[in-house]
């Protein structure tokens, strides 16, 4: 079975950092599209960085210069490096893994607070 799990979420002042981790397990081949995406209370689920595994990533114009996703070592691990942290930045953030289905994480919390 597919499992896809978060890790790093918190809570930060406004201004700090976090690095999100995910890691998907029980798929043999590098998957090739992991990505985060975000979800704040009232709100629909958005996108916030996707990267293939050339390494092109793609990020939601909100986060461009601040967040920075990544690929691990391990397969099929990625990170989303987050600095710069804003109010509007709160939100569950998801992990998500592409294949011919999308696989998503139960999500990990980030409150950014004064």
């Known amino acids: 079975q597919v499992q896809v799990v978060e890790s790093g979420g918190g809570s930060v002042q406004v201004g700090g950092s976090l690095r999100l981790s995910c890691a998907a397990s029980?798929?043999?081949?590098?998957?090739?599209?992991m990505g985060w995406y975000r979800q704040a209370p009232g709100k629909q689920r958005e996108l916030v960085a996707t990267?293939?595994?050339?390494?092109?990533?793609n990020y939601a114009d909100s986060v461009k210069g601040r967040f920075t996703i990544s690929r691990g070592n391990a397969k099929n691990t990625a990170f989303l490096q987050m600095n710069s942290l804003k109010p509007e930045d709160t939100a569950v953030y998801y992990c998500?893994?592409?294949?011919?289905?999308?696989?998503w994480g139960q999500g990990t919390q980030v409150t950014v607070s004064s």
């Open positions: 998500n893994a592409v294949t011919f289905v999308e696989y």
């Open positions: 029980g798929i043999s081949f590098n998957i090739p599209r």
């Open positions: 990267i293939i595994i050339d390494g092109r990533a």
